[in-house]
């Protein structure tokens, strides 16, 4: 029952995408075409085969997860189409991959269920710390880091035989796995990290021993910070393991002095690096600099502003103004051309997508699935909200993908991954 | 221990509504302020950079296009190629002095009807054009040219429309200027010099500037004679030298400081075709302030004429204002003291007269036509106003075309073809009169032959100055016209 819904909201969606292809063609003066057609082949088959594993495999999977993802990527997927077709049908190549991803991961979690992935979480811990390294490989080596806009957080790969060179961010799918290193870590010890504390003078604070993930976080987080100048990607690391510590132990001293760190290194950060002052005046002066550091913020908010209530209409604003609309901007881009209108829908999406994450959370029974759920849905949470909050000026800008409606590979894999892994932990709940 | 996880739920869905509220903020509230702030550079990129459609001639002279950015194919560069030769009428479409003429008033047809409306979205979808339109004028560009080589160096104005349809043949302004220098985002100091310029070429003087219409304004004097019974063209009136004003010590005097016939008696047709003051400031007075005003405004002043650009009415003042004062009856009959007019108003006067009192809307496009050269619509004549009666203006056509075979429009006469006309040579304080011609040929049209009216106005004399008379000055100029057309 609750699988037929989900196959027609997932339905609608790639609907949507079909529509949304169909108005940027018109927007453009063309009558319709094959971009149509292929969009909405691209969404049947990315969405639609996860819908089928979660049909075989976890039948009993949450049915809101699919279609909220399917129109967030639709909204996202029309824009990018508009921004740039050359993308767009790169993107298309991305989302039938990302879902062939997401459903082979519920089709490998079939038999042995979601708890096979505590036993490895050194593995993953392992896996996530070389992924998040690569970037910094020399230029001279055939999987070598790059640097794109000032941050090396690219790696990217020679094909000799294709005379290609395959790009991808590593960080992307390191902060998936991180979160079940996290989850599992949190599982077996969170009993003890919530009970047993020392005092100190009127605190009571953990045991030294317990403070050891935190330590960690933080490191990996300032090293991010400092030799991948990628203030997004820290941040979100930070978040993660201060979030899910917290959830996981109930503890405010995690929160207090995940704070205390941030500040500390924040204000660091501050006085060591001219990149991150420059960011933090745009933030707070963008037009101070209008030509300079503020120009991304200012023509994010000029884009906004000229979307108004209703928006320009899809194909009629001009988001190619503003830099980097595929990706970092593309909720400007998409607040210009259907307005606020259409920016309120997307963040009640995302809201509406993690209520329904922490609720498979709370659902959960067995702490690592219920530790896992909270986690994925704080990264989701949390990766939304600051590059909105960047757009918008509630946040200096971080420069990260809004998960499934930024162009970007790496970013659909890592946003599908975790709709198959949400959904699998929502199916063994309800057996 | 689902307690904390809650809480971080409700942090997460607290911080969205954070993003909710920004976001309400900046696109509700502040919204206008980024839209409109001089730095987005959607201002420019819409009101510049979109393709618009091409506007050219009758004769398909290309007066403007949009040519494609070589490296952006989204955006295009304006492109007037006839520079100064249309730019009143064509107007431009600018980054910093917005738009102007047919880019302002035709915007609809021009740019592309892409939009968000559901019309549009429909339109799109029943397979409709969204590409724009282009326009073309009923400009002839020949006479076009005739008229701007007339005012070369001058300021003055030049109209000509089809009396039966009231399509515009050739519109002028001068001194004009050319709309390419006024596109771009470096179009500053040009425009201000171009404000500043004291013979104000952006003035668009045909529909824009009024005038004295001096004695081009006895055509409308006689209608409301002949109009009312007053008088016919043979009836007789008095000779003086001058003629004294009723409660002022001012006179009246003709042209030439002197009778106009001989001393004794002259009929209102003579003193028409010579331009006598004497005779038309009495039968001012005798005609009074109501019909004078009426007849007036039947030939359209005080109303803003239906044009496809901005046009300034023509006053003439309200009877009221002078009914109890015959010596601005007499002044008022002769174009003077109130009375002001656009030469688009004073053109329309000749094409009143020329067909048979009837006043078509003037209009200057004639198609919009798509894309693919299509025509999808032309403009239809319009019949705007019945200034006078068939009769009235037959004794009018006949008194004008007298006027210019034996009185003062001589030389507005070119070889055979029958020209009907008035000049006009309007006092201006403190400086050389503004002159005039009015007129129309041929007075006879074949059955689908070409017709002309027109108006050809000269500020403080044109080259001859102190000197100038409608007859010596204008009138030549409406020969050429003439013939630049009909011949």
């Not at chain 2, 000055?473 to 057309?485: R, S, T």
């Amino acid at each position: 029952m609750t699988r037929n819904t989900e196959a027609m909201l997932v339905l609608a969606g790639a609907t949507l995408a079909s529509l949304g292809a169909a108005m940027v063609g018109f927007a453009e003066g063309r009558w319709l075409d094959a971009t149509v057609a292929l969009t909405f082949v691209s969404f049947a088959l990315a969405f639609g085969s996860i819908h089928v594993a979660f049909r075989m495999w976890a039948p009993n999977a949450n049915p809101l997860l699919l279609p909220i993802a399917t129109f967030l990527a639709a909204i996202g997927s029309t824009e990018i189409l508009r921004l740039d077709p050359d993308l767009a049908a790169l993107q298309r190549w991305w989302l039938v991959l990302a879902g062939a991803a997401a459903a082979g991961t519920v089709w490998l979690l079939r038999s042995s269920g979601i708890a096979v992935l505590r036993r490895y979480r050194y593995l993953f811990l392992s896996a996530a710390t070389v992924l998040l390294l690569l970037p910094l490989l020399p230029a001279s080596w055939p999987i070598y880091g790059a640097v794109v806009n000032g941050s090396r957080l690219w790696v990217r790969i020679d094909l000799p035989l294709a005379g290609r060179v395959l790009s991808f961010q590593p960080g992307e799918i390191a902060k998936v796995l991180l979160t079940i290193f996290l989850a599992s870590y949190l599982a077996d010890r969170s009993e003890a990290m919530s009970t047993v504390s020392r005092k100190v003078g009127p605190f009571q604070i953990p045991e030294p021993r317990h403070l050891g993930p935190i330590v960690v976080a933080a490191g990996a987080a300032f090293v991010v910070l400092i030799y991948q100048r990628d203030l997004g990607a820290s941040l979100l690391l930070f978040a993660l393991f201060v979030g899910m510590l917290y959830a996981a132990t109930g503890r405010g001293f995690y929160l207090g002095t995940g704070l205390f760190l941030v500040t500390i290194a924040g204000g660091a950060a501050y006085a060591m690096f001219d990149h991150v002052r420059v960011r933090i005046s745009a933030w707070i002066h963008p037009f101070a600099d209008y030509t300079g550091a503020g120009y991304q913020t200012a023509q994010g908010l000029f884009a906004m502003g000229s979307g108004s209530l209703t928006g320009s209409g899809v194909g009629l604003g001009r988001p190619d103004l503003i830099p980097a609309a595929t990706t970092d901007f593309i909720f400007a881009a998409v607040a210009e051309e259907l307005g606020l209108a259409g920016s309120v829908a997307i963040i009640v999406a995302y809201a509406f997508l993690v209520t329904v994450g922490f609720g498979i959370a709370l659902r959960s029974r067995d702490r690592f699935r219920k530790y896992l759920a909270a986690g994925l849905t704080i990264l989701i949470g949390v990766q939304s909200f600051l590059i909105i909050a960047g757009i918008v000026r509630l946040f200096p800008i971080t420069g990260i993908t809004l998960p499934f409606m930024s162009y970007g590979g790496s970013s659909l894999l890592a946003s599908a991954l975790i709709v198959a892994l949400l959904g699998r932990i929502s199916h063994e709940e309800q057996t | 221990m689902n307690a904390p996880i809650r809480r971080t739920a409700w942090v997460i869905l607290g911080t969205f509504l954070a993003l909710i509220l920004a976001t309400t903020w900046i696109q509700a509230i502040a919204g206008p302020g980024y839209r409109d702030d001089p730095r987005n550079p959607r201002l420019t990129a819409w009101r510049v950079g979109r393709e618009r459609g091409a506007i050219i001639t009758a004769d398909a002279v290309v007066t403007a296009r949009s040519d494609p950015h070589p490296t952006d194919p989204q955006t295009f560069t304006r492109v007037y190629p006839e520079q100064d030769r249309y730019a009143h009428t064509v107007g431009f479409t600018s980054v910093l002095f917005g738009s102007r003429g047919l880019e302002r008033t035709r915007q609809n047809d021009l740019v592309s009807h892409r939009d968000a409306t559901i019309s549009g979205v429909l339109n799109v979808i029943l397979g409709g054009d969204p590409r724009p339109r282009g326009l073309r004028l009923t400009i002839d560009d020949a006479l076009q040219q005739a008229a701007i080589d007339a005012l070369a160096g001058q300021r003055g104005s030049i109209i000509a429309v089809d009396p039966a349809t009231g399509a515009v043949l050739a519109s002028v302004s001068t001194p004009g200027y050319d709309p390419n220098t006024l596109i771009g985002p470096d179009a500053g100091p040009v425009g201000t010099e171009l404000e500043n310029d004291p013979d104000q070429p952006l003035l668009h003087r045909t529909i824009n500037a009024t005038y004295p219409p001096g004695s081009t304004f006895k055509v409308i004097t006689a209608a409301a004679a002949l109009e009312a019974g007053i008088a016919g063209p043979s009836t007789e009136f008095p000779d003086p030298v001058e003629l004294e004003l009723p409660g002022t010590t001012a006179t009246i005097h003709n042209y030439d400081d002197d009778v106009c016939v001989d001393g004794r008696a002259v009929t209102l047709e003579d003193a028409f075709v010579r331009s006598c003051n004497t005779t038309l400031a009495a039968l001012g007075m005798e005609i009074g302030a109501d019909a004078l005003t009426a007849t007036a405004e039947a030939f359209g002043f005080n109303s803003v004429i239906p044009y496809e650009l901005p046009v300034v009415a023509s006053p003439m003042p309200d009877a009221a204002t002078y009914a109890d004062d015959p010596a601005a009856a007499a002044q008022n009959a002769l174009g003077q003291r109130d009375v002001r007019a656009t030469p688009m108003q004073m053109a329309l006067v000749a094409a009143a007269v020329a067909n048979e009192g009837n006043i078509m809307i003037p209009f200057v496009v004639a198609d919009v036509f798509t894309h693919d050269g299509r025509i999808e619509s032309s403009t239809q004549p319009t019949l705007w106003r019945r200034a006078i009666s068939p009769a009235s203006a037959a004794v009018l056509s006949d008194m004008m075309e007298k006027a210019v075979i034996s009185g003062t429009g001589h030389n507005a006469a070119v070889p055979d073809l029958r020209v009907a006309g008035k000049t006009g040579t309007a006092e201006v304080t403190g400086s050389a009169p503004d002159v005039w011609f009015i007129g129309f040929a041929p007075v006879d049209p074949e059955p689908g032959e070409r017709r002309i009216a027109l108006a050809v106005l000269l500020e403080n004399g044109g080259p001859a100055g102190e000197t100038a008379s409608g007859g010596s000055v204008a009138a030549p100029i409406a020969a050429k016209l003439f013939e630049a057309y009909l011949r």
